[in-house]
């Protein structure tokens, strides 16, 4: 991405922060990151749909309009805000998420953390922070800051509850040519590593609703969503969307790095499906 460091690292050591330094962000890291947003190369996804980020600076957990933004004490010292806004349709919030994770991995090779935010915060709040324009709506947000060494308790159990350490195996994500046979890692051909940084990638609540099928040919790899039933209905939004987003934006930053070509197709293959909460999202194609 920038600053010559490896995605595929990043990728791999990033967890999300939720304790971070009472220090500033540097001038240059503040400039950076409203450079980084400002791009509209950077806002835009694999089919055309744009979102927008806004960044937020807070102090003690009130903006400079004098708004106090909650997430409900998940957040300890944030800095700054990253807001993201888009359309509350599934093909937007999918490339919004793509966006947003891109400028996650981003900040993280900066030295700041993030931390996704779907649920756990109070969108009034930020709503009244936020200037929307009509038919946008905020997704998710991310707290940034420099992390503090020592995480707290709190941070601790809620990563032992979410059991974010818990990634679960190949067998039960990836398959080969049909739903029936799971994808062993040495069938993966190119695709290994990009495949494993989606395993690797973080989810809301960590459940991890990515499927991923390889094409017989190892041309294509179709990506589909296994819904959590009623995961995420009182907040008016399919929240899982966004997760599909970040599978896609971790396989095309290693993609990218490996110097695999390829681009995103929405092409069914019309496969049958494992059950009937599996749904069809969309497909990387070799080129």
Known sequence: ??????AIETMKYRQSIR???TKKLSETDYQRIKEY???EDNLIGPFGNKGRIELVQITNNVSEKGIKLGTYG???NPQVYLVGLCENKT?????????????????TELGLGTCWMGGTFSRNSFEREI???????????????YPQQKQRV?????RYVVKADNKKPWDQLFFDGNFANPLDKTNAAQFEIPIEMVRLGPSASNKQPWRILLSEDLQKCHFYIEHTPNYS??????????DIGIAMAQFELACDELGIKGHWKIADPGLELPNSLTEYMVSWTMD
Not at 91 to 107: D, G, P, Q, R
Not at 131 to 145: A, D, K, M, R, V
Not at 154 to 158: G, I, N, S, T, Y
């Open 1 to 6: 991405m920038s600053n010559n460091k490896s």
């Open 19 to 21: 304790t971070y330094d």
């Open 37 to 39: 947003i400002a791009s």
């Open 74 to 76: 998940f957040i300890k």
């Open 91 to 107: 093909y937007s919030l999918l490339e919004f998420a793509f966006t947003f994770h891109k400028m996650v991995i981003y900040l």
């Open 131 to 145: 200037q929307l324009s009509e038919g946008e709506f905020i997704p998710c947000i991310t707290p940034s800051g």
């Open 154 to 158: 709190f941070d601790k159990a809620l």
């Open 233 to 242: 209905t009182s907040l008016g939004y399919d929240m899982q969307i966004l």
